[in-house]
């Protein structure tokens, strides 16, 4: 995007979020709707539509205060004028000690969100198993040699299956397992523009999709989990069919990203029924949005959108992760504010 029309779009979000009230609602372009047409300036009155709409139906988004607001940046401002410090500030309502001397393994936990996650892990007195293509000094140092597994790819069944064998011969016993490991192509994708890459959507699904089922499948078999295992596929709102009216709204695009993420989360329901009678749960976990490599190109809606550190993402997941068990089983929650996200 030209640096000029950034900056126009930069303030009339910021114009608009600081008019946000929670009736009034001049509510700007989502994150969702911003990464996927950072350059569209109708999108910007998409939500105002989508306001007149609501006023003439009944329809209530947030069912009732159990769900999440799909547009980013009115989520984020409300969060604010509301003083909901469960959002704003996670320190003040988490507390890691519950995972303390539980076994957690955690794909793709070499760099980002999922480097951030074992960091925590290690600060709260867990035990971090890490499954990653390539390892680090600094991760091995940090976990233990022998808690890295590298050299797995989540689109390899072979590789997978025998990481999983791997880690049940040398203790197995993993009390959480937080599928984290996944990828986001990056130009936009678009029909008008010809610009559909259907490799590249089926290596989204294939990683995102099929990577976490094909993880959680290798553990429960080779019986590498503990009794009670909490199985965490880390997902996204973009997986969300419902939101795609608002966040996509008018213009589409990303098909890929957000294709992998449904069947994602319809891998991770069905997992969830599967499962829950053999005592494990599965949880649903959009992370919230997170300053990492996967998002840089995104920077500059970072402030306006409530993107945070991944050191703060990496604590709301986890606060999720000992909050929720069985009797949220098959959920889809939003790390950002505990709420569900709408299929
Ligand atoms: N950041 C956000 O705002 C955000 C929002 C919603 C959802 N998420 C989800 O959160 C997770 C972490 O995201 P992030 O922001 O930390 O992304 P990131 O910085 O791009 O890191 C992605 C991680 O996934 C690993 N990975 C990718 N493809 C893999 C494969 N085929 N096999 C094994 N590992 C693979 C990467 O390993 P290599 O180093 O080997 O590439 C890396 O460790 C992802 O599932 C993402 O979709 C993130």
Redesign the pocket.
Known sequence: MKAGLTSILLLQHLGRAAAFTARAIPRPPSFAQRITTPSSPSSSSSYSSHSLAMSSSPFDETRGGTHSIADQVARFAKAKADGNVRYLDIDSVYDGGDLSGKRVLV?????????AIVRELVAIGATAVVV???SSTELERLVGKWNVYSG????DDDAVREVARRIKGDGGALDVVIN?????YGPQELVKDDTLNFEEQLKQI???AL?PLRMNNALINSKALADGAKLVV?????GSVEWRSTQNKDTGGDYGHHMS?AACNMAAALLAQEVKGMGYSVLLL??????????KKYEHIWEIEG?VD?KI?AKRVLYEVIKNGMDETGKFINCEDGLQIPW
Do not use: W
């Not at 794909?107 to 480097?115: E, H, K, Q, W, Y």
């Not at 797995?152 to 689109?155: G, S």
């Not at 984290?180 to 986001?184: D, L, S, V």
């Open positions: 794909t793709g936990g070499n760099r980002g969100l999922g480097l990653c293509r390539s797995v790819d989540v689109v984290n490991a996944g990828y986001f294939n990683i995102c990577g880390i997902t996204s709102q973009a993420r959009h992370p919230g949005f997170n300053k990492t490599e996967m998002t993107a991944p993402g």
